[in-house]
């Protein structure tokens, strides 16, 4: 049980495009979502959180118009990066509260890596 | 605010010998601990956590860690290395404000197992 998804695992995409992640609960309804970027050999850094139905909570210095986040369902949450250029290459992971799940606990997709030519 | 310090952002051991990894953390109130691994290209899976009571936590594969609120650390243990534990170990912190309690990740530690 607690299982995360993402989609896609890879992309590659021109500069100037934007790119859509999904991130999805399978067997449990999220309350939460967040979405860290991980750059290589370093830790994670949060940079949204976003409940069900309700507009995400960016952290400073993350630019909401050009991380788009959207949390439609308790089961799905999206990551669009607008615009996209090299140095938003990156891996993007989320990760998903249960709703009445244990304190504190989240639960991580496998990750989406991105690379922008 | 919340923060975390992993010392060593490398470790290398022997399989059989004892790996333990340090975590120190900042936080004004006793905060949630967590200890998370990840292997290369996956995301993170939760190796175990400490929100109360007992203070020795015990997780998956072996591993365990202890919280010392004098010493403000969470250092990961575990007796004998497996070659299957090389991977990446990330130590947390989560406040416990109800709400969305963010976890505040250390730097990481690449743990390595010579054969």
């Known amino acids: 049980g607690a299982v995360v998804s993402q989609h896609p695992s890879r992309v590659i995409c021109k500069s100037g495009t934007s790119v859509k992640i999904e991130c999805r609960s399978l067997d449990f309804q999220a309350t939460t979502m967040f979405w860290y970027r991980q750059f290589p050999k370093q830790s994670l850094m949060l940079m949204a959180t976003s409940n069900e139905g309700s507009k995400a909570t960016y952290e400073q210095g993350v630019e909401k118009d050009k991380f788009l986040i959207n949390h439609a369902s308790l089961t799905l949450s999206t990551l669009t990066v607008t615009s996209a250029h090299p140095e938003d290459s990156s891996f993007y992971i989320c990760?998903?509260?249960?709703?009445?799940?244990?304190?504190?606990?989240?639960?991580f997709g496998p990750g989406t890596r991105l690379t922008v030519l | 605010a919340q923060s975390v310090t992993q010392l060593g952002s490398h470790v290398s051991v022997s399989e059989g010998a004892l790996v333990l990894l340090r975590c120190n953390y900042s936080s004004s109130v006793p905060p949630y601990l967590f200890w998370y691994v990840q292997y290369p290209n996956q995301g993170l899976q939760l190796l175990l956590k400490?929100?109360?009571?007992?203070?020795l936590v015990k997780g998956i594969n072996g591993f365990e860690a202890e919280f010392k609120k004098s010493e403000t650390s969470f250092h990961l243990t575990k007796p004998s290395a497996h070659m299957s534990d090389a991977a990446e170990y990330f130590c947390?912190?989560?406040?416990?404000?109800?709400?969305?309690?963010?976890?505040?990740f250390g730097q990481g530690t690449r743990l390595t197992i010579n054969p």
């Open positions: 400490y929100t109360t009571g007992a203070t």
């Open positions: 947390a912190v989560s406040d416990r404000v109800q709400g969305a309690q963010k976890l505040v």
């Open positions: 990760s998903a509260r249960a709703r009445g799940g244990d304190l504190g606990v989240q639960f």
